[in-house]
């Protein structure tokens, strides 16, 4: 059974750094897409950034392009998703979730990342 758990949340200033990870375990991670999704309180969940399995193409919401990075180590089977020049409305709780095919079909339980001062 495929798990995947976030790690790496918590409080940072406005303008700090962040890296959150998130390790796969049960599978290979390199037969899976991975992405990163986020949800505030009172949003919709948004999708942050992602990772195809092998090609290392990469996405990143307009929100968050040119402060974040993803990154995968298919050895370790551990995503990471660094993320610099915070801002509050980064404030949220980040998922992760695996995609074997073209649907995201396991999702971790998330870890919060606070942006305050």
């Known amino acids: 059974q495929v798990q995947l758990v976030e790690s790496g949340g918590g409080l940072v200033q406005p303008g700090g750094s962040l890296r959150v990870s998130c390790a796969v375990s049960?599978?290979?991670?390199?037969?899976?897409?991975i992405g990163w999704f986020r949800q505030a309180p009172g949003k919709d969940r948004e999708g942050v950034s992602c990772?195809?399995?092998?090609?290392?193409?990469?996405y990143y919401a307009d929100s968050v392009k040119g402060r974040f990075a993803i990154s995968r180590d298919n050895v370790k089977n551990t995503v990471t998703l660094q993320m610099n020049s915070l801002k509050f409305e980064d404030t949220a709780l980040y998922y992760c979730?695996?995609?074997?095919?073209?649907?995201?079909?396991?999702w971790g339980q998330g870890t919060q990342v606070t942006v305050s001062s």
């Open positions: 990772i195809n399995r092998r090609d290392k193409y990469t």
């Open positions: 979730a695996a995609a074997p095919t073209n649907t995201y079909e396991y």
């Open positions: 049960g599978s290979s991670l390199d037969d899976y897409a």
